[in-house]
């Protein structure tokens, strides 16, 4: 039997959405063993005197636990 769980994960760039979504992914794998798949919840901007000054993501990273 297998048994997965999930984590949220929040991680941004002042370059792109993907380069925030490759960023996260990058750091949630260097913590976690398995991971199996990522959804992304949410994407925001950080608006600064009318300009981004950040893409942001918040994503769900699935991971399946060592038995």
Known sequence: MTV????EIIAGSSK???AA???GLKRAT???DN???A???DQE???DKG???EYRVRMKVTFVLKS
Do not use: E, H, M, P
Not at 4 to 7: G, S
């Open 30 to 32: 260097k913590t976690l």
């Open 16 to 18: 792109s959405f993907d």
């Open 4 to 7: 997965a769980r999930t984590t």
């Open 51 to 53: 300009k981004v000054k």
């Open 21 to 23: 979504i490759a960023s």
């Open 45 to 47: 901007l950080i608006i």
């Open 35 to 37: 991971v199996t798949g």
């Open 39 to 41: 959804w992304i919840a």
